[in-house]
Nanobody, 126 residues
Framework: QVGLVESGGGSVQAGGSLRLSCATR????????LGWFRQGPGKDREGVAN????????FYVDSVKGRFTISHDYVKNTLGLQMDTLKPEDTGMYYC???????????????????WGQGTQVTVSA
């Protein structure tokens, strides 16, 4: 069991910031990819950002580049997502997920991630 548990969601006005955290029991092997996904109202789930523990390589979807920062704390074994300059379109349920056996890096496909947290709600008002 990977045991992913998100926290840190909430409501904020546009332009504000939130920090999400995801506690995980997965052993922080270099061949692990951890990612953040979100699903807005009436929208499909999409990948927001991911990080490959092998070398810290990160990926961000274009809509959050320059505003969101993904990080991993090896000591606490916690995945983080710092979200700044939030926009109403960032509203949604945010999930952390783990991709095991990520030998060559992270995949962006949702079905590549086999372990998921329960999600935490982020609401950004105009």
């Amino acid at each position: 069991q990977v045991g992913l548990v998100e926290s840190g969601g909430g409501s904020v006005q546009a332009g504000g910031s939130l920090r999400l955290s995801c506690a995980t029991r997965v052993y922080p092997s270099r061949y692990i990819c951890l990612g953040w996904f979100r699903q807005g109202p009436g929208k499909d789930r999409e990948g927001v950002a991911n990080i490959w523990l092998g070398d810290g390589r990160t990926f961000y979807v274009d809509s959050v580049k320059g505003r969101f920062t993904i990080s991993h704390d090896y000591v606490k074994n916690t995945l983080g997502l710092q979200m700044d300059t939030l926009k109403p379109e960032d509203t949604g349920m945010y999930y952390c997920a783990a991709m095991l056996n990520a030998w060559g890096g992270c995949e962006r496909r949702i079905d590549a991630y086999g372990d998921w947290g329960q999600g935490t709600q982020v609401t950004v008002s105009a």
